[in-house]
């Protein structure tokens, strides 16, 4: 292959962090590839159920050259992220290559160049990649017991639309992350019951204080150590949240710092979902334990362990919603020796690359309480800036 088909840098994945990443490329000068495996820029944020809202405010949301305008409001809606995503090409002089699947990423020592391999068998050559991919690529619905003989629907939150589907219906969530919790809630106003699953009590807190989003005060505790941030959350959860364990969701038994660092999830930041607990709107059990037909067998409370006949109860739910998290699939996607954690995650993030894999990037991996957008933004800055002087050196 002639040079002139290799390619400075390819990115994989056009969401925010791969669109992102393309206009700071393009803007030190270099000319990225970017490969996006839907139809259409934005359809990941185009597929998302009614309602959603950015829980990181309009200033704390802004990426590289493409600001939220004051008409979305404090908090952009779904269509306005779409909008964002859907002109930032335009904006960055740059294209998307849409409808390319890549499978496999690999690594050749002898030439330096990096190969993308597409599930059509396309290939794209490059010096460097960015690995845009998301933490939510792959939807995982747990295999428990008896799932097969469920005669309902199940179906994954990364899947759910309208609350107004499931009118009339007995519907029961599982999970205890944002989407789950605002589904939970959407839910309350159609179905004839709701009730939600939680294997571990969730942190909750409340979306802004006095008007400045918490991400906006996350990004100052960063600068704290972890277990004076523990001691500032957990006021702030007891002080404007409450205690809901009359309601069945006690206080987490872990901090906050420490229940990220293993799964990487933040707090449940959506207002209306307490207020639906305190109401009796939804009711709260603990872990599935097993699926019997109709009949679904879950703990009576969550955090408890024992699954003898006085500590479940069966529901007999319509529909089950899923909101049971993601694996990325980097370990099958990029073939390099342990590039990943026992959880799958990538073991480098931002501009961070391991000697076996140089010039190889992870964006947009982490999700801490200061906002997964603007950590977008700062990455984005500095991988492209990192490539520069690879790429002149070379």
């Given at each position: 292959?002639?040079?002139?088909?290799?390619?400075?840098?390819?990115?994989?994945?056009?969401?925010?962090?791969?669109?992102?990443?393309?206009?700071?490329?393009?803007?030190?000068?270099?000319?990225?590839?970017?490969?996006?495996?839907?139809?259409?820029?934005?359809?990941?944020?185009?597929?998302?159920?009614?309602?959603?809202?950015?829980?990181?405010?309009?200033?704390?949301?802004?990426?590289?050259g493409?600001?939220?305008?004051?008409?979305a409001?404090?908090?952009?809606?779904?269509?306005?992220?779409?909008?964002?995503l859907?002109?930032?090409?335009?904006?960055?002089?740059?294209?998307v290559?849409?409808?390319?699947?890549?499978?496999?990423?690999s690594?050749?020592a002898?030439?330096?160049?990096w190969?993308?391999?597409?599930?059509?068998?396309?290939?794209?050559?490059?010096?460097?990649?960015?690995?845009?991919i998301?933490t939510?690529?792959?939807?995982?619905?747990?295999?428990?017991?008896?799932?097969?003989?469920?005669?309902?629907?199940?179906?994954?939150?990364?899947?759910?639309?309208?609350?107004?589907?499931?009118?009339?219906?007995?519907?029961?969530?599982?999970?205890?992350?944002?989407?789950?919790?605002?589904i939970?809630?959407?839910?309350?106003?159609?179905?004839?019951?709701?009730?939600?699953?939680?294997?571990?009590?969730?942190?909750?807190?409340p979306?802004?204080?006095?008007?400045?989003?918490?991400?906006?005060i996350?990004?100052?505790?960063?600068?704290?150590?972890?277990?004076?941030?523990?001691?500032l959350?957990?006021?702030?959860?007891?002080?404007?949240?409450?205690?809901?364990?009359?309601?069945?969701?006690?206080?987490?038994?872990?901090?906050?710092?420490?229940?990220?660092?293993?799964?990487?999830?933040?707090?449940?930041?959506?207002?209306?979902?307490?207020?639906?607990?305190?109401a009796?709107?939804?009711k709260?059990?603990?872990?599935?334990?097993?699926?019997?037909?109709?009949?679904?067998?879950?703990?009576?409370?969550?955090?408890?362990?024992?699954?003898?006949?006085?500590?479940?109860?069966?529901?007999?739910?319509?529909?089950?919603?899923?909101?049971?998290?993601?694996?990325?699939?980097?370990?099958?996607?990029?073939q390099?020796?342990?590039?990943?954690?026992?959880?799958?995650?990538?073991?480098?993030?931002?501009?961070?690359?391991?000697?076996?894999?140089?010039?190889?990037?992870?964006?947009?991996?982490?999700?801490?309480?200061?906002?997964?957008l603007?950590?977008i933004?700062v990455?984005?800055?500095k991988?492209?800036?990192?490539?520069?002087?690879?790429?002149?050196?070379?």
């Amino acid at each position: 292959m002639k040079s002139k088909d290799i390619y400075d840098v390819t990115v994989v994945g056009a969401g925010p962090a791969g669109l992102s990443i393309a206009y700071e490329l393009k803007k030190a000068g270099l000319i990225p590839l970017v490969l996006e495996r839907t139809p259409a820029i934005g359809d990941v944020w185009r597929n998302h159920y009614d309602g959603l809202r950015l829980n990181t405010g309009r200033f704390f949301s802004a990426l590289p050259g493409s600001k939220f305008p004051r008409s979305a409001g404090a908090w952009p809606a779904r269509d306005e992220v779409v909008h964002l995503l859907e002109t930032f090409p335009a904006r960055g002089g740059f294209t998307v290559q849409t409808g390319i699947d890549i499978e496999k990423v690999s690594y050749d020592a002898d030439s330096y160049i990096w190969l993308a391999t597409g599930n059509d068998g396309s290939q794209f050559k490059s010096r460097a990649v960015v690995m845009a991919i998301g933490t939510c690529r792959i939807p995982v619905i747990p295999e428990w017991e008896g799932r097969e003989t469920f005669p309902g629907e199940i179906v994954h939150s990364s899947t759910f639309k309208r609350a107004q589907d499931y009118a009339g219906k007995h519907v029961l969530v599982i999970g205890s992350g944002n989407s789950a919790a605002e589904i939970t809630s959407r839910l309350t106003e159609y179905a004839s019951s709701v009730t939600m699953s939680i294997r571990t009590p969730p942190h909750l807190l409340p979306k802004s204080v006095y008007g400045i989003p918490i991400v906006g005060i996350g990004i100052w505790l960063r600068y704290l150590p972890n277990n004076l941030v523990d001691m500032l959350l957990s006021f702030m959860q007891r002080r404007m949240i409450g205690d809901l364990t009359a309601y069945g969701l006690p206080f987490p038994p872990m901090s906050l710092t420490k229940q990220y660092a293993i799964n990487n999830v933040v707090p449940i930041l959506y207002g209306p979902f307490v207020d639906d607990i305190r109401a009796g709107r939804i009711k709260i059990v603990g872990s599935i334990q097993k699926i019997s037909g109709p009949a679904v067998h879950a703990l009576r409370a969550v955090g408890i362990t024992q699954d003898d006949d006085s500590t479940t109860i069966a529901l007999e739910p319509d529909v089950i919603v899923a909101g049971t998290g993601f694996r990325t699939g980097i370990s099958e996607l990029v073939q390099i020796p342990n590039i990943t954690d026992e959880k799958g995650r990538s073991k480098i993030s931002g501009d961070q690359e391991l000697e076996e894999a140089p010039r190889l990037y992870f964006i947009g991996q982490i999700n801490p309480l200061s906002g997964q957008l603007r950590e977008i933004r700062v990455e984005a800055g500095k991988i492209a800036r990192k490539i520069r002087e690879q790429l002149r050196m070379k």
